[in-house]
């Protein structure tokens, strides 16, 4: 049941882990919405007003307000359309407590280290990054354990809140493993997030808006092209 | 009901970020001052991943990183919100909370630093005073509204901790011409009793954070 298609607006761009958050929320509860995509390189007249204090992407757009950030706008979606989907965040305070946590760990923590990867020029630096990595999915990989009790998601039956706030990296670090030639999801060290990964890719809210590898590395390689040597 | 602790450091704003919510909202606590050279392992098994103040502990069961906590408290405690109730002022809310967690650690970085980077540190963090008076806090009396909600809280080190480093290293940021409505949040957060009566001392952290300033310069 699609509801608000001319009330809500996205801008984002397709590549971007923190837009994909957004679409998958916005996925999960069914709700319509005018997808405004930024151009690389540019930002719109929309995007500057409606995101005075930092100028970035994902905003959602409700009846004419903004909302920006993320998982700020997941949880305005979760709490304005309550009954059009399965809930968002975990009904109980607790645990809900402990997703946001998860979330935080990964936005501040984990993210922040997986993209300094590519830029990385010394061996040395870019192996301990990766190794950091690992430590991190190995915390996340014991969440998981924690949160699921048994089901497929840290959202248990359904995607949640932690599911969006690390799955929106999946495309990114399938990226990563074709580009850098190592496994970010390891079956030998994070099997219950690898079966996770697959979960996630596969389910409705996402597998329309997930982007294709292929076309990450594409993007990529103009994105993030390498400065000319010397 | 279920018993709360508290553990915290006396100088930290991000313990008392949670200390002040649970006076605001009258929940009965017992406090640990933590000694962070010196971690307990009760504040090691509670909070593995950072080994970090504030952790709140109830009913045995830990929550840490501040605004985490902050979000919590509403949860089994409704009475007295720290965040409204309508979604679009919740993610108002929400993101100011995260500006302050984020943009806050530019005051750090002017705090510990000299020549050049103290410089750029200077120049963000008016940056982000100016953010903050010209878009976050309106005509109100707080952040949230008539009564002190979370981003106040989130915002609460630059009622009390800035003056105190502003002294320190001999800059002032806060000026009352520049930003008269932030200022004037100062004064009305620092009035509610339960903010009032739950401040560290100011020469103690003089004193403290003078020390630190120190230690952080002389160590490579």
Not at chain 1, 38 to 67: A, D, F
Not at chain 1, 179 to 184: A, D, Q, R
Not at chain 2, 172 to 195: D, G, M, Q, V, Y
Request: with cysteine; charged share 25%; glycine share 8%.
């Amino acid at each position: 049941m699609a509801s608000g298609g001319g009330d809500v607006k996205l801008i984002g761009a397709w590549p971007s882990p923190f837009v994909l958050r957004a679409r998958i929320a916005l996925n999960i509860k069914s709700v319509g919405y005018e997808f405004l995509q930024e151009q690389l390189g540019t930002k719109s007249e929309l995007l500057l007003k409606s995101n005075p204090v930092h100028k970035k992407i994902p905003v959602l757009i409700h009846g004419g307000r903004p909302i920006c950030e993320s998982l700020i706008i997941v949880q305005y979606i979760d709490e304005v359309w309550t009954s059009s989907g399965p809930s968002i965040l975990p009904s109980d305070p607790y645990d809900r407590a402990i997703a946001r946590f998860w979330a935080a760990y990964i936005d501040d923590k984990w993210f922040p280290t997986f993209s300094s990867i590519p830029k990385l020029q010394e061996q040395e630096a870019k192996v301990a990054a990766v190794q950091q990595v690992y430590e991190g999915l190995l915390l996340l990989e014991e969440a998981f354990i924690k949160c699921s009790k048994g089901k497929s998601f840290f959202g248990g039956d359904h995607i949640g809140f932690l599911d969006i706030a690390l799955g929106g990296f999946l495309g990114w670090m399938r990226v990563t493993e074709k580009m850098f030639n190592l496994k970010v999801l390891d079956e030998s060290k994070t099997p219950n997030l690898c079966k996770w990964a697959e979960s996630f890719a596969a389910n409705n809210a996402v597998k329309d808006v997930l982007p294709e590898t292929e076309k990450l590395i594409e993007f990529a390689k103009i994105r993030f092209k390498p400065p000319s040597a010397d | 009901m279920e018993e709360v602790k508290l553990l915290g450091t006396w100088s930290s704003p991000f313990s008392y970020r949670v200390l002040w919510a649970l006076e605001l909202k009258g929940i009965p606590y017992q406090y640990t001052e933590e000694d962070l050279y010196n971690k307990s392992p009760f504040l090691v098994k509670c909070n593995p991943v950072h080994k970090k103040i504030p952790v709140l502990v109830h009913g045995g069961k830990p929550i840490c990183e501040s605004m985490v906590i902050l979000e919590y408290l509403d949860g089994p405690w409704p009475h007295n919100p720290l965040l409204p109730s309508d979604p679009y002022e919740r993610a108002v809310a929400r993101f100011w909370a995260k500006f302050a967690d984020d943009k806050g650690t530019v005051i750090w970085t002017m705090f510990r630093s000299t020549g050049e980077e103290q410089k750029e540190a200077v120049k963000g963090s008016l940056e982000m005073l100016r953010t903050i008076e010209d878009l976050a806090l309106g005509d109100k009396k707080f952040f949230g509204g008539e009564r002190i909600g979370m981003v106040d809280l989130a915002f609460g080190a630059l009622a009390h901790w800035l003056g105190v480093f502003e002294e320190i290293v001999g800059i002032r940021l806060l000026e009352p011409e520049s930003f008269p409505r932030l200022h004037k949040w100062t004064k009305n957060f620092k009035e509610e009793p339960a903010i009032k009566e739950n401040l560290p001392d100011k020469d103690k952290m003089l004193s403290n954070f003078r020390c630190l300033r120190e230690k952080l310069l002389a160590s490579p």
